[in-house]
């Protein structure tokens, strides 16, 4: 099993905010130096002392060594657990290792109001600060995965591991983790007698990949192809599904794993909702679109000819495995279209993120990673605050109302994030002819799409009474207005029911 290790100089707050790491995840917390403690039967300062600090280093080791049987924890280490060649091994082979840094003055202020005793930091606070952290500087430096806790809470910096790990436990709708990693970690989760569901496209990259995950744990290999695109999402296609569930015997404690983009997700989650009342499902998202939006927050669901997603539950998976080595397969044009959400995600509530969308899509090829878990946070924050869409989870929104109608109308002929990319800059020009945005964030918004290769206008050739008719079936009107998401700085959104729906996707420009 895998630990969450935290390094880094006395003063970083490990402990503090391993701590709030331990309980967003649901993990225990173990700090090291209290185990030594307990071993030893005196406190760090009385080891230093009475025994020097070699000994206290063999004690460390020694302890250190020990969790090899614990349960997956966050680990709190000293300062200098992992000077060691031997323990960085270690730990490196048992988990990740989160370095914690700072400023001098911000370390010195906190170990000025500490009450732990550091033995290594005894006399002049200062002076001897000064000099480990010079002695340790090339030791700090050598570890890749680094955060900067000056000028933030415990909250804020156990959040920022977890973008950094991409890791989170969400609860506001049923117990499940998501998870970006590897798709062989999937041996680590329990379940019974799986089936994998894939579509035709999928499955001929990635199907006999999984299935021998599973068969490595001694599974059946059991799997269901369904037709690809969203012209197959419809009830037809849930039925196939339902009837493949009985003829591979799936009972109430069965797992289905969904293997693919957001359609495919969507159809398996809501299947296992309604088979035997609601059955185990893991989403193994396939597209950047459904890692960063489709397979998060528990929606499932098919289209009806009148529109999409009109049938549909609230039935979150039990896991969220997104592996991002799993989109060196997927066709360009399908990474373009995942990079619309993401940019939206950006808009409504990443500044930073969506800046880095703004270096093109060369520079999103080479950094698949590190986009994947900062769009995949946004999402989740606004999902947990907003589990069913009662309030701000409706900032998601921005760019569907207007992106669904036009998805719908050209007959899925352009892509879903093709369709909100169009959505997005429609509904921002919008937001400033009302005064909500000004001229210079639609100018980023269109800047930032263009520079991924994302469409920004509504087809001159596409009937507008056409998209009207399909916003006003959109499953987020209410009885007199549509609500609209609409963007009023980047980072920031405003929910405005609106009843002109003509104003909304007019081509005037912005005087």
């Not at 391993?18 to 225990?28: D, E, I, P, V």
């Not at 992992?82 to 091994?89: A, G, K, P, S, V």
């Not at 679109?289 to 039990?318: Q, R």
Request: glycine share 8%; net charge negative.
């Amino acid at each position: 099993m895998k630990h969450i290790f935290l390094y880094g100089p006395p003063g970083t707050g490990k402990s503090t905010v391993g701590k709030q790491l331990a309980r967003n995840l649901k993990l225990s917390f173990i700090d090291l130096d209290r185990v030594i403690e307990t071993n030893a039967g005196m406190s760090i300062p009385h080891i230093m002392e009475q025994q020097g600090e070699s000994t206290f280093r063999d004690l460390e080791s020694s302890a250190l060594k020990n969790l090899v049987n614990e349960q997956e924890s966050i680990i709190a280490l000293g300062g200098g657990a992992l000077l060691r060649d031997e323990n960085r091994i270690f730990a490196e082979a048992h988990g990740k290792i989160i370095l914690l840094m700072a400023e001098v003055n911000t370390l010195l202020q906190r170990l000025n109001t500490d009450s732990n005793k550091r033995p290594l930091l005894a006399g002049d606070v200062n002076t001897k600060l000064s000099s480990l952290l010079a002695k340790r500087a090339e030791h700090y430096n050598s570890f890749p995965l680094r955060i900067h806790v000056d000028g933030k809470s415990a909250e804020q910096n156990a959040h920022q591991v977890q973008v950094t790990l991409g890791r989170h436990h969400l609860s506001a709708m049923g117990e499940y983790d998501s998870v970006v990693g590897q798709v062989s970690s999937l041996i680590n989760f329990s379940m019974q007698n799986p089936i994998i569901v894939a579509d035709e496209n999928v499955a001929k990259f990635h199907l006999e990949k999984i299935s021998a995950v599973l068969q490595s744990s001694g599974f059946e290999s059991k799997s269901v192809v369904v037709p690809a695109g969203e012209q197959h999402k419809n009830l037809e296609t849930i039925s196939t599904l339902w009837k493949a569930f009985l003829e591979n015997g799936l009972d109430r404690k069965s797992t289905v794993i969904a293997l693919g983009g957001g359609v495919l997700s969507d159809m398996t989650g809501f299947a296992a909702s309604t088979y035997m009342r609601g059955i185990n499902w893991i989403a193994v998202p396939t597209t950047l679109l459904s890692m960063v939006d489709a397979s998060l927050g528990g929606k499932t669901g098919f289209d009806l000819p009148e529109g999409k997603n009109l049938i549909g539950a609230f039935y979150p998976p039990k896991l969220v495995l997104a592996d991002p080595q799993l989109l060196n397969t997927l066709p360009e044009a399908e990474l373009i279209s995942g990079m619309a959400e993401v940019v939206k995600h950006g808009v409504i509530s990443d500044p930073e993120l969506f800046a880095l969308c703004g270096r093109g899509l060369d520079w999103v090829k080479n950094n698949l990673e590190e986009v994947v878990k900062r769009a995949m946070s946004v999402k989740i924050k606004v999902i947990e605050e907003d589990p069913y869409e009662k309030g701000i989870r409706a900032a998601l929104n921005l760019g569907h109302t207007v992106g669904h109608a036009v998805e719908l109308v050209s007959k899925f002929n352009l892509r879903h994030g093709e369709a909100i990319a169009i959505g997005m800059v429609a509904e921002a020009k919008y937001s400033a002819r009302v005064g909500l945005a000004g001229v210079g964030l639609v100018d980023a918004i269109v800047e930032s799409l263009e520079a991924l290769g994302l469409p920004i206008q509504i087809p001159e050739e596409m009937p507008r009474e056409e998209i009207i008719r399909a916003m006003r079936v959109d499953k987020k009107k209410n009885a007199k207005a549509i609500r609209f998401a609409l963007p009023v700085e980047i980072g920031r959104v405003e929910l405005v029911d609106v009843t002109d729906l003509e104003k909304v996707i007019d081509n005037w420009e912005i005087l």
